[in-house]
Nanobody, 124 residues
Framework: QVQLVESGGGLVQAGGSLRLSCAAS????????MGWFRQAPGKEREFVAT????????YYADSVKGRFTISRDNAKNTVYLQMNSLKPEDTAVYYC?????????????????WGQGTQVTVSS
């Protein structure tokens, strides 16, 4: 089993920045991809960003490209999401996800474990 704990969410004004963290623990020995998803009220969960095992490749949703940056520190089993130029439409619960693969993953069913989520609220 793998446990994921997100942190760093909060309330920020439009144009501001937040940095989310997700720490993995448990049986994390091996290569794994990480991703971030989000779910706004009344909407389905959507893909935000993903990063491969060695951190050499990333992929973003068009809605966040150029504003968000995903990164990871494998020594700490932690993935980050730096969010800049935040907009009210970025308001959502953000979830990190863990997949037993070395490559990128962009869809929910391809992930094996999920965190509990952290709320991000962007005021206008």
């Amino acid at each position: 089993q793998v446990q994921l704990v997100e942190s760093g969410g909060g309330l920020v004004q439009a144009g501001g920045s937040l940095r989310l963290s997700c720490a993995a623990s448990g049986r994390t020995f091996g290569s794994y991809a990480m991703g971030w998803f989000r779910q706004a009220p009344g909407k389905e969960r959507e893909f935000v960003a993903t990063i491969n095992w060695i951190g050499s490749s990333t992929y973003y949703a068009d809605s966040v490209k150029g504003r968000f940056t995903i990164s990871r520190d494998n020594a700490k089993n932690t993935v980050y999401l730096q969010m800049n130029s935040l907009k009210p439409e970025d308001t959502a619960v953000y979830y990190c996800a863990f997949a037993w693969t070395s490559g990128l993953r962009t869809t929910s069913p391809t992930y094996d474990y999920w965190g509990q989520g952290t709320q991000v609220t962007v005021s206008s």
